[in-house]
């Protein structure tokens, strides 16, 4: 389970293609504290840590694999070298909560369409497809590439949050543009709360 905080942006150094695709990330993260088998949110999907070490900057390496369903439902499709995400470990009991429960199981992709200075903030307006988009709700939470944000507005298929300069610094938005395709995860109480709904619960 993650927060929707980021903790440190990744950098893919290698793709390599061999049944399942296998990439290698850069990161800032101490390899002491970053076991085999760890669970990480790559740009809000969860990947397993099959391996990893030091490069010569001082700075970590690991590897993950992805399938193809993975490849075809998220982003990592068309990942390639230089390509930077979100990262974000696996969160620990007594963990602060300060995002909302993710479990970086992907629902699909949604699209930047607009991008709009407001103050030092970006207004950023996305659409999604229509059975993500009615579970997405004005105040509700909703995690893109992995991090947790608050709905502002929603119309139909699109909706809108406000990103602060902080969140742009420390995550990849502040290299986002119009046109962009962004993995989308709902928030897991909209799902529930829709799904009794659904069943006149």
Request: charged share 25%; net charge negative; aromatic share 6%.
């Amino acid at each position: 389970m993650f927060t929707g905080i980021i903790t440190d942006i990744g950098k893919v150094l290698d793709v390599e293609k061999r049944g399942d695709t296998r990439f290698r990330i850069a990161s800032h993260y101490d390899p002491e504290t970053v076991e085999t088998g760890a669970s990480i949110a790559h740009d809000g999907c969860c990947l397993t840590v099959i391996e990893k070490g030091l490069l010569d900057d001082g700075r970590m390496w690991h590897d993950v694999q992805a399938s193809a369903e993975t490849l075809s439902k998220t982003t990592l499709g068309g990942w390639e070298k230089g390509r930077r995400m979100n990262l974000e470990r696996a969160m620990r009991v007594g963990d602060e909560l300060g995002g909302h429960i993710v479990s970086g199981h992907v629902d699909g992709l949604g699209e930047i369409v607009s991008i709009t200075p407001e103050g030092e903030s970006k207004i950023f307006r996305f659409r999604v497809p229509a059975e993500l988009a009615r579970f997405i709700a004005p105040k509700g939470s909703v995690a893109l590439d992995g991090t947790s944000l608050t709905v502002n507005a929603v119309e139909g298929r699109e909706f809108e949050v406000n990103i602060i300069p902080h969140t742009q610094q420390v995550t990849t938005w502040g290299l986002a543009r119009v046109g962009q395709a962004v993995n989308v995860e709902i928030d897991m109480l909209a799902r529930y709360v829709a799904r009794l709904t659904e069943f006149g619960g």
